[in-house]
């Protein structure tokens, strides 16, 4: 699925299927986990071919393959922006959640993931490294003809990365529309988490609209310009003021 691809095409926008789906309400209902961590999943396809991958499949991947099913996609493979379990499955707190491994055996999809998360991933959910695909930052995925451009943004974790799709951006735990992810983790980095807001991200225009990856605040989604305006987490102008808020 990477490969090259035609020139970017205003009329995608009308081919594109892109679904935002809620833990615990719209799919995994019933999993108390789940309700917790408001987890977003997205949906991400070409209508005219029929193909669709999965963002972050935690929880229920069943209910994955039976929502493209019912819109008439099909799954042809899964993007994962961290580690954590509850965007790939693994172990949260002691509580087992589902994910790429469970989805494999139900769909052997290939699992695209930051050259330097694949271990992470590994020990997060069990799927060896040699298993998924890895990939650098600038990176394209198609799907069908549909690009999604991955952007590495460390700070939350090593490999963290978000994705850039017909002016959507889905951001993971690198940015909410309220703060961004936490920098005291395994393998987080405050200094790189800065660098990610402030220079990995500056190539993401202001009308391109932000979806991250859990509902932490009234609205799903919003602008980046919005984002920009009000999240706290733009306000430092330097580094070093940076750190003195958020280190």
Same mark, same amino acid.
Request: proline share 7%.
């Given at each position: 699925?990477?490969?090259?691809?035609?020139?970017?095409?205003?009329?995608?926008?009308?081919?594109?299927?892109?679904?935002?789906?809620?833990?615990?309400?719209?799919?995994?209902?019933?999993? *108390?986990?789940?309700?917790?961590?408001?987890?977003?999943?997205?949906?991400?396809?070409?209508?005219?071919?029929?193909?669709?991958?999965?963002?972050?499949?935690?929880?229920?991947?069943?209910?994955?393959?039976?929502?493209?099913?019912?819109?008439?996609?099909?799954?042809?493979?899964?993007?994962?922006?961290?580690?954590?379990?509850?965007?790939?499955?693994?172990?949260?707190?002691?509580?087992?959640?589902?994910?790429?491994?469970?989805?494999?055996?139900?769909?052997?999809?290939?699992?695209?993931?930051?050259?330097?998360?694949?271990?992470?991933?590994?020990?997060?959910?069990?799927?060896?490294?040699?298993?998924?695909?890895?990939?650098?930052?600038?990176?394209?995925?198609?799907?069908?003809?549909?690009?999604?451009?991955?952007?590495?943004?460390?700070?939350?974790?090593?490999?963290?990365? !978000?994705?850039?799709?017909?002016?959507?951006?889905?951001?993971?735990?690198?940015?909410?529309?309220?703060? !961004?992810?936490?920098?005291?983790? *395994?393998?987080?980095?405050?200094?790189?988490?800065?660098?990610?807001?402030?220079?990995?991200?500056?190539?993401? *225009?202001?009308?391109?609209?932000?979806?991250?990856?859990?509902?932490?605040?009234?609205?799903?989604?919003?602008?980046?310009?919005?984002?920009?305006?009000?999240?706290?987490?733009?306000?430092?102008?330097?580094?070093?003021?940076?750190?003195?808020?958020?280190?």
């Amino acid at each position: 699925m990477l490969r090259a691809g035609p020139p970017y095409d205003a009329r995608m926008s009308d081919r594109l299927y892109f679904r935002q789906l809620l833990s615990g309400l719209d799919f995994a209902e019933d999993d *108390p986990i789940a309700q917790q961590m408001v987890n977003f999943l997205y949906l991400v396809g070409d209508r005219e071919t029929g193909e669709a991958v999965v963002i972050d499949p935690a929880y229920d991947p069943q209910a994955i393959l039976d929502t493209l099913a019912a819109d008439g996609m099909r799954l042809v493979g899964a993007l994962a922006t961290h580690y954590h379990a509850d965007h790939v499955g693994g172990s949260l707190m002691g509580h087992g959640i589902s994910g790429i491994r469970e989805l494999l055996d139900a769909a052997p999809v290939p699992i695209h993931v930051q050259r330097t998360e694949a271990e992470w991933v590994e020990k997060s959910t069990g799927v060896p490294a040699a298993e998924l695909t890895a990939h650098e930052s600038g990176d394209t995925v198609f799907v069908g003809e549909v690009p999604i451009t991955l952007i590495h943004t460390p700070g939350h974790t090593p490999g963290s990365q !978000c994705f850039l799709v017909d002016g959507r951006l889905v951001a993971g735990d690198t940015l909410f529309l309220n703060g !961004c992810g936490r920098t005291d983790l *395994p393998g987080s980095d405050p200094a790189a988490m800065y660098e990610s807001l402030t220079q990995r991200l500056a190539k993401v *225009p202001d009308d391109a609209v932000l979806y991250p990856g859990h509902l932490y605040s009234e609205k799903p989604s919003a602008t980046m310009a919005e984002t920009r305006s009000r999240n706290v987490v733009f306000r430092p102008q330097s580094l070093d003021q940076w750190l003195t808020m958020f280190g």
